[in-house]
């Protein structure tokens, strides 16, 4: 069977792709957030992950709002990155792992999440931007399943949902008949807010009880509605949904975590950032 | 069972009636990730507008360039995005513009969210 190695989370605000297209990785403004991503490198270099499943939200670039799902899992040969239309340049296509798509697939239907299944789905700066980030060389040595989760149209997925759709996704991964590594990733995060009066909310104090309790506590922000969540971490603050079905599937694996690396970093763009490898103890 | 929610200050959660409300705004916006698309915009705002079907208060907003107007009018973030990215307006021009902050002081802002306590 395949073995689920551990989980990645980081924020992925747009910015990030301009500031890797002009190489401003270790400029002041920057390189509190690049520097998060050495002892990450070093990690997947002595782990060596074949698949990465990535839970993500669309930024209208592969959803509209003529139709929205709630969770859709992708199940191509590859991902294209596009034109999202403010100017970030394209990065490279994504190989799929159409297997454990399906495998997923077949197991979150089987355990009641009715997702959508796309086998043709351009993928945004939350896909495209983490795998520059953790394999910063390019030709990247994974192939990925992209998870997405709607964080558009409200109503959102209950974050204890999420957490529990985590756990199915990890239960797939360690049923997948399979010799490969596999890592899951959460693309988000953590509180800001791009829109309305509010715009530039943080709230720091959750961030960082967040990101402890993803070590211990998995269960602790799941006690929280949406409206709440948004309340606590802005609009796109809730992205952190992400982070709870990453951690739900390490809660698949048993024997908890232990962490390899974390950052938390404020601001990048409008955003409080953090970077978080987990490492499971099977 | 009810699924109105208590408001919170400064924000408009796309909902449904939100959603309902801007849909043709939306859809325009989301034609912006392709550039053929930007560029019919730029040479024919007006014309652009009508082919999607925008209202007068969407129509409105787009010409004043204003987002706090655009939300208003049932407009996402995440497709206002694309919007802004025409003007090359970053998000904290888009934060400035929302918050009536000039550019600088949104930007001082957000580094001093580092000085709010920590964990307790």
């Known amino acids: 069977m395949a073995k689920l190695i551990g989980g990645l989370g980081t924020s992925h605000i747009p910015a990030i792709g301009g500031a890797i297209h002009r190489g401003d990785q270790q400029t002041p403004y920057w390189k509190p957030f690049f520097d998060a991503f050495p002892p990450i490198h070093a990690w997947l270099g002595e782990k060596k992950p074949d698949v990465i499943v990535i839970f993500y939200n669309d930024h209208g670039l592969n959803f509209f709002l003529d139709k929205m799902p709630t969770f859709a899992v992708g199940a ?51 896909c495209s931007l983490p795998l520059k980030l953790f394999y910063p060389e390019g030709n990247y040595p994974v192939t990925v399943v992209p998870v997405c989760i709607n964080t558009v149209q409200f109503p959102l997925p209950k974050a204890s949902r999420c957490y529990a759709l985590g756990k199915a996704v990890g239960q797939a991964i360690q049923s997948w008949g399979s010799d490969k590594k596999v890592a899951v990733l959460a693309s988000g995060g953590l509180s800001h807010q791009l829109d ?36 606590k971490t802005g609009t796109q603050g809730v992205e952190l949904l992400m982070w709870l079905a990453m951690r739900g599937a390490l809660t698949a694996a048993g024997s908890g975590v232990k962490k390899v690396s974390s950052n938390y970093h404020i601001p990048i763009s409008n955003t409080a950032t953090a970077v978080l490898a987990l490492e499971t103890n099977n | 069972m009810t699924f109105e929610l208590p408001s919170i200050p400064g924000t408009t959660p796309f909902d449904g009636n939100q959603a309902k409300k801007g849909y043709a705004l939306n859809k325009m916006c989301f034609s912006f990730n392709d550039e053929a698309n930007r560029q019919a915009f730029v040479a024919d705002e007006e014309g652009y507008m009508k082919q999607y079907g925008l209202n007068e208060q969407q129509a409105a907003a787009i ?17 206002l995005a694309k919007f802004a990215g025409i003007f090359k ?7 400035a513009q929302q918050t009536g902050m000039s550019k600088d002081a949104f930007k001082a802002k957000l580094v001093a969210a580092n000085n709010q306590p920590g964990l307790q």
């Open chain 1, 76 to 126: 191509a040969t590859q991902y294209v990155n596009s034109d999202e239309g403010w100017g970030i340049p394209s990065l490279e296509p994504l190989r799929g792992e159409v297997d454990l798509s399906w495998h997923i697939i077949n197991t979150l239907i089987d355990k009641e999440f009715d997702v959508v299944t796309c086998q043709d789905m351009l993928v945004d700066h939350a």
């Open chain 1, 196 to 231: 309305g009066e509010r715009a530039g909310f943080i709230n720091k104090q959750f961030d960082l009880q967040f990101l402890q309790s993803l070590e211990t506590n998995p269960e602790w922000a799941t006690q929280f509605s949406v409206h709440e969540l948004v309340e």
């Open chain 2, 63 to 79: 010409r004043a360039r204003n987002v706090l107007q655009l939300i208003a009018a049932g407009g996402n973030a995440y497709y």
């Open chain 2, 89 to 95: 307006l970053d998000m904290q021009d888009i934060g």
